[in-house]
């Protein structure tokens, strides 16, 4: 097992590997890469969100990694996060040879406020903003190939989680231009890649028309994506199942808990 952390520098934030080594007995093919980016409104990151999830993936023969970003205003403005994200699938694709990695295949996988990060580094990987991080190297070699989308947060407008848009503008009174700047469905383009969407109904913290929004923008640019709303859930249920309960029978919901199954059909479709 490949199991190393590493600083992506100049941040404060690492890069966990979770991966099989590839010995001379197993002669594994290059797998392919998923970097889960855990949720907490910007403000923190939640452990049920990390390592749960990444093990789950790593159990169905991908190589999984998990970026521990900055959070609070001081972390999350000026896109820092956006910019680490963008360092670790540089990193994830500079590195494949070390990790068994077929570079061609990194997707993201985020939770809540990890699942905008991981959906901004679909929607804003051509950015400006990333040049100085990216010193030169394509832009595209921050660009996933693909996003798994957990409740997410995706807008700045009625039915955003306001802390989450607080943090990324650094300030509690932000306006509408600024908050504009991380609404990513105004952003997404025909060069966004494709997303898997899960939310429920009756998520009180990160409304439903979060996906829903993402989706329509997905449509109109002409770029695929499949999501499944689940009538019942709190948010944050994370895998939805005993795992990553933490002590509270509201975040068990059996019929969501098929969504890593559904996820994974998924990524089984990319050639």
Not at 38 to 52: I, K, M, Q, T, V
């Amino acid at each position: 097992m490949i199991c190393q952390t590493v600083t992506l520098s100049p941040f404060d934030a690492t890069l966990t590997s979770l991966c099989i080594s590839n010995t001379g007995e197993l002669k594994l093919s290059p797998r392919r890469a998923i970097l889960v980016c855990p949720g907490g409104g910007y403000s923190a990151l939640s452990d049920r969100e990390a390592e749960p999830i990444a093990t789950q993936f790593l159990a169905a023969g991908y190589a999984t990694f998990i970026l521990r970003y900055t959070t609070g205003r001081a972390g999350a403005c000026d896109y820092k996060p956006l910019k680490q994200v963008a360092l670790a699938i540089r990193y994830i694709r500079e590195h494949a040879t070390e990790y068994n990695v077929d570079p061609k295949y990194v997707f993201t996988c985020g939770f809540s406020a990890g699942g905008h990060l991981a959906a901004s580094a679909g929607v804003l990987w051509d950015s400006p903003v990333l040049d100085e991080v990216l010193s030169g190297a394509p832009r595209d070699v921050a660009r996933p190939t693909g996003m798994i989308l957990s409740y997410p947060v995706i807008t700045a407008g009625k039915y955003t989680h306001k802390g989450t848009i607080q943090n990324l503008c650094g300030k509690s009174v932000y306006t509408e231009e600024e908050a504009d700047r991380f609404s990513l469905e105004k952003h997404v383009s025909p060069t966004t890649p494709p997303a898997f969407l899960w939310h429920t109904f009756s998520d009180q913290a990160v409304p439903v028309q979060n996906a829903l929004f993402f989706a329509e923008a997905m449509r109109t640019a002409g770029v695929p994506f499949e999501m499944h709303i689940f009538p019942e859930g709190v948010h944050g249920l994370a895998l939805s199942n005993e795992q990553t309960r933490s002590g509270d029978d509201t975040f068990v919901v059996p019929h969501a808990a098929i969504w890593v199954e559904l996820a994974l059909r998924w990524l089984a479709t990319f050639d």
